[in-house]
């Protein structure tokens, strides 16, 4: 059971009736809180500042886990990433193996915006991912296609990533669908070899 089949099984809870009259109130909590939450710019103070385009760039890996809506890891993953910019452009491509050996690859291709801004497409990713990076934080939005049971379900992700030092970022994500969180899935990214970042004392 790859990536995406593990969420599908956290999808397929939403297809109960009772679950997806909850979601309809779960989503309307979410969009009266959400506002709320933390944003990107709360931590543009932070250090050491995040560039992008130098942490991701040569090879860098990252060990995760999944877990369900109860907390319970439901799959444990690693990857391996080769990273490349040509200017504002950017490739990630992602090689993920999984716990029970299955495989699966992702490539992001990344273009950098004015103002700390990001945008990215993927096969799988409905429309394009919105990103930006304040101070050692990146936030990246994006919605995921999932197929279960012959539908095809649209799945919100809300990614943040920390810049620890100069080889570890974490990562930590949200999936939801109609404002009910579906799992979360968190990565330590490491790269092979130090990097230079800016603002570090």
Known sequence: MNRRQSLQKMAQGLT???????????GVAWGVTGCAGPQVADYSQQKPVLDLRTYFNGEVEAWG????????????FKVQMNCQWQGDDGVLDEDFVYSDGTKQKRIWR???????????????????????????????????????DGRVWNVEFDDWMFLMDEEVMINKAVMSKFGVRLGEVTL??????????KGQS
């Open 65 to 76: 886990v999944f877990t369900d809506r109860s907390g319970a890891v439901v799959k444990r």
């Open 188 to 197: 330590s990214f490491k790269r092979r070899k130090p990097m230079s970042v």
């Open 110 to 148: 990344l273009k950098a915006l004015p103002n700390g801004r990001y945008e990215g497409r993927a096969d799988d990713v409905v429309g394009v991912a919105q990103g930006e990076v304040k101070g050692n934080a990146f936030r990246w939005q994006y919605t995921l296609a999932l197929p279960v």
């Open 16 to 26: 109960t009736p009772w679950l997806l009259k909850s979601s309809l109130i779960g």
